[in-house]
């Protein structure tokens, strides 16, 4: 048994690649028994890199390591009739299922959600897709970069050309809206003691977070432009260089924009910049202005005056000095698991804490991702106790 909020919970994950993973990771950062139901050849992501670790039989792909935390693996071939009989077995014992097959596959499996609810009444079933469940292209294949192309975000995103974001955003928030429309169909279920099947996608995470962006076409009627490193709406507000590395700054109000012009001597009711409006027309001579002063002083001299001053500014950190940095730590995101093979790792931990618990998402020990049937015998010795 685990501890955490959702320890009493058992989740079969039929998911891969990242946005199911993530979102069953995500229940079982809170203490969920995750059971990763794979295929004979294992999650396709156990097979993206470079990096890997490990040597020859026993080597491990780092990205399958971001995604599949706090679970169990057991080996199913669902094109046969033994290892589908498992399946339903599970499926009468669990709470949660996750699936992102194309859709129709689970259908085909033998597994409708008419056959999973007779099977089990309580069942939530979490499926999420490329571009939905229907309407005309409901059969696309879900793919993390085409659903940010599709679903705006690389077209406001980038200064020269439409770019993609760094991680896989449009498969990470996915997987969160998921996770996050679970926990409301198990809070529902409370009351009524029905499950019933929750649906999202690459498409609707990516449409779901324009935020400000989308009401600017919705509402405005302006369709918006790649927005580089500068908010579109308020100024100043984004990456400026300094004699050394880029420094960021935040101005949100006007107050803040007084406090700017403080630090530095000028007048903040100056014609060209008195208002957030006027000062977002100029953005181009007041990041200037800017940029005149910063290259005179490396970033730090910078940091520390705009702290002095009480602007809201920060550093563009790599991801080295992201995870030595003494204020992650202090949040309990990165953990240390030991690996089946790979001995003691470090990972990212989940971003969600409770009260006054250190504990990354409530739990007090965390397990290392799987390796490919880890737990084949002690999850059918359970399924048979």
């Known amino acids: 048994m685990t501890d955490g909020p959702l320890s009493d919970l058992i989740v079969l994950d039929l998911t891969r690649a990242l946005a199911g993973p993530h979102a069953a990771m995500m229940l079982g950062d809170m203490g969920a028994r995750v059971i990763k139901i794979e295929s004979p050849t294992g999650d396709d992501t156990r097979g993206w890199g470079p990096p ?37 077995r599970l499926v009468e014992r669990a709470d949660v299922l996750m699936e992102n097959f194309r859709v129709g596959v689970l259908d085909r499996l033998g597994f409708p959600v008419s056959r999973l609810h007779e099977l089990n009444p309580g069942l939530i079933v979490l499926s999420i897709t490329g571009f939905g469940h229907d309407g005309p292209e409901a059969k696309r294949a879900g793919y993390d970069q085409i659903a940010q192309g599709e679903g705006g975000i690389m077209s406001i995103t980038g200064t020269e050309q439409p770019t993609k974001v760094g991680v896989p955003i449009a498969d990470l928030i996915a997987g969160m809206n998921g996770a996050y429309g679970v926990v409301a ?27 400000f962006q989308g009401t600017r076409w919705t509402v405005a009627g302006e369709v918006p432009g790649l927005a580089g490193d500068h ?72 940091l520390a005056a705009l702290a002095e001053a009480g602007v809201p500014s920060g550093k563009v950190r790599s991801m080295d000095d992201v995870y030595s940095w003494d204020q992650v730590l202090s949040q309990g995101l990165l953990l240390s698991v030991e690996h089946a093979t790979q001995g003691e790792l470090k990972l990212p931990g989940s971003p969600i804490r409770f009260d006054d618990n250190p504990y990354s998402g409530g739990r007090s020990t965390h397990l290392a991702p799987p390796t490919l049937g880890q737990h084949d015998q002690s999850i059918r010795e359970w399924l048979d106790s």
């Open 231 to 302: 908010h579109p709406s308020i100024a100043p507000y984004g990456m400026f260089a300094t004699a050394s590395a880029p420094v960021q700054i935040a101005c949100g109000s006007e107050g803040l924009w007084r406090a700017l012009c403080g630090a530095f001597g000028w007048d903040p009711a100056e014609p060209e910049f008195a208002t957030n409006a006027l000062r977002v027309a100029n953005r181009d001579a007041l990041v200037a202005r800017i940029e005149s002063l910063f290259g005179s002083e490396p970033a730090e001299h910078w």
């Open 185 to 211: 169909a198990l809070h529902e279920r409370s009351r009524t003691g029905l499950g019933r099947v929750v649906r999202t996608s690459l498409l609707a995470g990516m449409v779901g977070v324009h935020a």
């Open 52 to 88: 890997f670790i490990g040597e020859d039989d026993e080597r491990e792909s780092t990205y399958f390591m971001s995604a599949n935390r706090n679970k169990e693996s057991l080996v199913l071939d669902l094109k046969t009739e033994e290892d589908r009989d498992v399946l339903a």
